[in-house]
């Protein structure tokens, strides 16, 4: 009984390790996963170690510290095992050393053995010596049309702010909330999405401290920040439940455990943060599947959806994503994807050697919204070329639809040092370029930020001739001088738009400034619209109040109407 009691004990202290050890590692049970490998094999030594320590012990008992060695022998009289060390010298007692502990060690490291031999046969036959071309088609490309299916943005629709100004943003927002800065802190990632038409990055909260969780771990998360990437409003959405689940959490109530418990089978990427059309905040995880060998050549084929709130989860196929999802891929993947079709066009010994036709992304990316789809941008260049491109791709982070467009011109990191020098008296740093189509013209949209890291002036930079550059204040004027550097007429896209002409009676106004410029908010008595009008639109503006009559023409742009011409009919007395 007493060493039965002992087996059992030894065996729930390793089962108790091996649970320990999934609980905090999270491998996906699946035999294509690397990390299921290194966890199978950590289980074996865990269950060696546990259960044969104590022979292990015997044995070096029985040996001693000395150089002479001997070995165990079972007394036929006595049944007893001896170890008879070389000289004479006779210890008796003890396990039969030959079978309670060299079987198991031997299978056991004989299996670790095995599976270390196939984990290094499995990279090998996926490596891209073998695979190049399959490596090259796990991103299609094809030819696309710059100005159709870039669509020229009006400049008060233009995204201005980068993750780190939105970081900024975000940081003051909550410094406005004393009843929750002390409480909580800002998760750094701020997705970026399209909202209901418009560009915005968005990001939750989480907790200050395990201490702060503790005391608020029963409510959760209570608001999320939305930052509108045009007109720089940060807002703190305050939920009517709080969010309790997120990489913030501890236990089961954290993301990563919480799916890996609920989908134990799945293998899926970094978890980030979306919001779908009703502002209902999600965490979505893209479930990775392998194309390549047993384990290389990784894409996505899914993604895993948990309601932040309840943790209501499902599963979607690909081609079944909501199409309210805007990052279904990673960045880090499309980069890697596309440098290794750009690499192996002509094949693995191509590659390194002769190099023909051969190109790569350039050290950089950014993301462009169209068609309510977020796009990951990226130059492209030949290997061989450090200051230009060949042109440049654009993939749909959603469905991975990739287009590449044949513009040869300036990279990036030449365009933000053409920016810069246009300023270099002021000592102005550039942000990553934002590719825009300015009168069907490739265009690098760049940001020039302080010491501080506050945007001060915005550049226009062509593509093609990058020592043409507009800079200004505000988007408008450097706009109004980068066409003028390139002859072309300061006008605004020509976007077919139905005006309206609307009389009505003021009932509430407020002016905000977007880009540098003045802009006059108001709504009209047994109106629901909001009306949006430039200083540029009428003196009047300024002086306007609730209960004047106005009578203006409008047309349509996503949420507001924007006046175009503005008349007072009946100022109020």
């Known amino acids: 009984m007493k060493r039965i009691s002992s087996i059992a004990g030894r065996l729930l202290l390793s089962v108790f390790l091996m649970f320990v050890l999934f609980y905090t590692s999270l491998p996906a049970i699946h035999i294509r996963s690397r990390s299921f490998f290194v966890y199978v094999i950590t289980c074996i030594l865990i269950f060696l170690a546990v259960n044969f320590l104590g022979y292990v012990k015997d044995l070096v008992r029985c040996l001693g510290s000395g150089r002479r060695f001997g070995g165990i022998y079972r007394d036929p009289a006595t049944g007893q095992y001896v170890f008879r060390r070389y000289g004479g010298e006779e210890e008796t007692g003890g396990p039969d050393l030959r079978t309670s502990l060299g079987m198991p060690l031997k299978v056991g490291f004989a299996v670790i053995g095995v599976m270390i031999v196939f984990m290094a046969g499995a990279s090998l036959v996926g490596h891209r010596f073998f695979n190049a071309a399959r490596y090259r088609d796990l991103i299609i490309i094809t030819e696309g049309d710059f100005t159709t299916d870039v669509a020229e943005l009006r400049m008060s629709q233009i995204p201005v702010v980068d993750r780190d100004t939105a970081s900024r943003l975000g940081s003051q927002k909550l410094g406005e909330m004393t009843e929750l800065v002390s409480q909580f802190e800002i998760e750094p990632n701020y997705t970026q999405i399209n909202y209901k038409g418009a560009p915005y990055r968005v990001t939750p909260l989480t907790y200050a401290d395990p201490v702060k969780w503790l005391f608020n771990m029963s409510n959760g998360l209570p608001a999320y920040i939305t930052v509108d990437m045009v007109t720089q409003d940060t807002d703190l959405v305050w939920l009517e439940q709080g969010m309790r689940y997120s990489p913030g959490e501890y236990f089961f109530r954290n993301i990563y455990r919480y799916i890996r418990f609920r989908y134990p089978t799945r293998m899926f990427e970094t978890v980030s943060f979306e919001i779908d059309d009703n502002g209902t905040p999600y965490w979505v995880a893209p479930t990775i599947t392998y194309r390549i060998g047993w384990w290389d050549g990784k894409d996505i ?49 191509n590659s390194i050697f002769g190099q023909r036709g051969v190109r790569r992304t350039t050290y950089g990316y950014n993301y462009l919204a169209s068609n309510d789809d977020v796009y990951l941008y990226t130059g492209m260049s030949s290997v061989t070329a450090d200051e230009s491109n060949i042109g440049f791709v654009l993939v749909n982070l959603r469905t991975k639809e990739t287009r590449f467009y044949t513009v040869p011109g300036a990279t990036e990191y030449s365009a ?148 175009e011409e503005l008349a007072v009919v009946s100022p109020v007395s």
């Open 301 to 349: 084929d899914g993604a895993i959806l948990v309601n932040a709130v309840t943790g209501e989860s499902q599963f979607y196929p690909r081609d079944q994503v909501p199409a309210w999802i805007d990052q279904l891929y990673t960045s880090e993947l499309i980069i890697e994807q596309l440098d290794d079709n750009g690499k192996f066009q002509n094949g693995y010994i």
């Open 416 to 563: 933000m040092e053409s920016a810069k020098g246009q300023v270099q008296h002021l000592g102005y740093n550039a942000t990553f370029p934002l590719l825009l189509n300015i009168s069907d013209r490739p265009t690098y949209f760049v940001s020039l930020k302080d010491a501080a890291g506050l945007v001060k002036m915005y550049a226009f930079v062509d593509v093609r001739q990058y020592q043409i550059v507009g800079t200004g204040a505000t988007i408008d004027e450097a706009q109004k001088n980068y066409r003028q550097a390139l002859n072309l007429e300061d006008t605004e896209p020509d976007v077919p738009e139905q005006v309206t002409v609307i009389s009505g009676t003021i009932d509430a106004m407020e002016s905000v400034v977007i880009s540098g410029n003045t802009h006059y908010y108001f709504t009209l008595t047994d109106e629901e619209g909001v009306y949006v009008a430039s200083i540029t639109v009428s003196e009047r503006l300024p002086f306007l109040k609730a209960g004047d009559k106005v009578r203006f023409t409008c047309t349509r742009q996503e949420q507001v109407w924007v006046v």
